[in-house]
């Protein structure tokens, strides 16, 4: 219920900020800015930096508000991957991705678990994909999370799981196969 | 988990809409992808599909504030974006910022840019002040009998529209019509004006009730006005 208000919040005041008015983006951000800087911290791993990409997402909305189609995509989802791929565009230009470190299959970070406050709002999208992505296996699963949280390309995903780079795809692409079937059901 | 078929494969479009949704590509493979969802819409609905069924899994990160200040830099970024107007009239506000030009040369140059075709024998030319400011440039080409106006210091009204007038030496203000304020336009110069419309004739700006005046008189504040001369 709260999460369903929030988001018609979040349309209204994106399309108030296509129209122009600034005071909307505020209203954006200030409904956003917190999950959206999570995203940021989590993909760059670096405080000051997801600072600085946080301006540029806002600035970006600013611009590009105008043009967000709603056909396309929920509001929401809009801004992730806006920020996702600015977050991902300065750990592109770094050159080298700071998480490198070994992926395991079996890992799950302990700082990944669901929030109470997630748990919560009980968004069902979320339950569905947890439990799809929950029925890939330990090192698909794996896998999608390095690219998805660590933001990281086939390459560093094949070092740091220690396979082929056309194993790497290949599992890759099962994976989101399988995500897209099991999403369909 | 169900168990897919090993003949189960995605489109070539919808895996590389997948890949780049996933963020997966790097260089090259990445930019084409991020210009293709610019300029290919069935390319971005794939791309905007993958990108739904992933959002959720954010709902696993523990939201964070950010520090005020970057809210604070945002709001100063805005601002200075917001000064400079995102159209044709950007370029000029370059120029005089650089004081490469002065802002009616600017003007002017952009007015005889966008009539291309405009015999200069034959334009008259009148900058548009009110409050020690620039607010519209006026180039009137007299052959075509059209009006082109360019907005240069005017700041929207909320509630009221731009008028030009005519305005004859010791005569009373002809309507030539409404103006946007934020682009150029053109407007026609009523045959019956036309013999108006000469030099020492002025030019004047009012604010009026959108559609314009309804008595065929200013109604309103005069904003700015300017004389004609020839270019």
Redesign the interface.
């Known amino acids: 219920m709260d999460l369903d208000n929030n988001r018609k919040l979040i349309a209204a005041a994106l399309a108030a900020v296509g129209s122009g008015d600034?005071n909307a983006?505020?209203t954006v951000?200030r409904l956003t800015?917190?999950?959206l800087?999570?995203?940021c911290?989590?993909i760059l791993g670096d405080r000051s930096e997801?600072?600085d990409v946080?301006?540029e997402v806002?600035?970006t909305v600013?611009s590009k508000a105008a043009v967000f189609?709603a056909a396309?995509?929920?509001s929401?989802?809009?801004l992730?991957?806006i920020t996702?791929?600015r977050a991902?565009d300065h750990l592109?230009a770094r050159g080298q991705n700071r998480r490198m470190d070994p992926l395991e299959a079996a890992a799950e970070l302990a700082?990944?678990?669901?929030?109470a406050?997630?748990a919560l709002?009980g968004?069902q999208?979320?339950a569905?994909?947890q439990r799809?992505?929950?029925?890939?296996a330990g090192h698909e699963r794996a896998a999608?999370r390095g690219?998805?949280?660590d933001?990281?390309?086939?390459?560093e995903?094949a070092e740091r799981m220690k396979v082929p780079l056309g194993t790497m795809k290949s599992w890759?692409?099962?994976a989101?196969?399988?995500?897209?079937?099991?999403?369909e059901? | 988990m169900t168990d897919v078929d090993d003949h189960e494969e995605l489109s070539p479009n919808e895996l590389l809409a997948a890949e780049y949704a996933l963020g997966v590509l790097a260089g090259t493979e990445r930019t084409a992808a991020a210009q293709r969802v610019a300029r290919d819409r069935a390319f971005a609905a794939l791309v905007a599909a993958w990108q739904e069924r992933l959002a959720p899994w954010t709902a696993e990160l523990q939201e964070v504030a950010p520090p005020p200040q970057v809210w604070e830099r945002i709001a100063a970024q805005l601002s200075s974006a917001q000064r400079q107007r995102p159209t044709f009239w950007q370029s000029l506000v370059f120029w005089r910022g650089f004081g490469i030009v002065s802002a009616f040369a600017a003007a002017c140059l952009a007015v005889l840019l966008y009539l291309s075709t405009a015999s200069q024998q034959a334009a008259l030319v009148a900058s548009i002040e009110g409050d020690g400011q620039r607010i519209f440039v006026a180039v009137i080409d007299v052959k075509r009998a059209a009006i082109t106006v360019v907005p240069a210091a005017y700041r929207p009204d909320p509630t009221r529209v731009p008028e030009l007038w005519l305005v004859p030496p010791g005569g009373k203000p002809l309507p030539l019509g409404v103006l946007p304020s934020d682009r150029p336009s053109q407007i026609a110069l009523p045959a019956t004006f036309a013999d108006q419309a000469r030099r020492d004739a002025g030019l004047a700006v009012s604010l009026e009730p959108p559609g314009g005046s309804p008595t065929g008189q200013p109604t309103g504040p005069v904003i700015g006005s300017g004389k004609l001369t020839n270019m």
Do not use: H
């Not at chain 1, 700082?111 to 929030?115: E, L, V």
């Open positions: 600034p983006l505020q951000y800015a917190t999950k800087f999570a995203v911290l989590r997801a600072e946080l301006q806002y600035m600013w189609d396309l995509s929920s929401m989802t809009w992730i991957a996702r791929n991902i592109r700082d990944d678990k669901p929030t406050d997630a709002q968004a999208e979320q569905k994909l799809c992505l929950d029925g890939l999608l690219a998805f949280f933001g990281n390309t086939y390459e995903l890759i692409r099962r989101m196969i399988k995500l897209k079937v099991c999403l059901q």
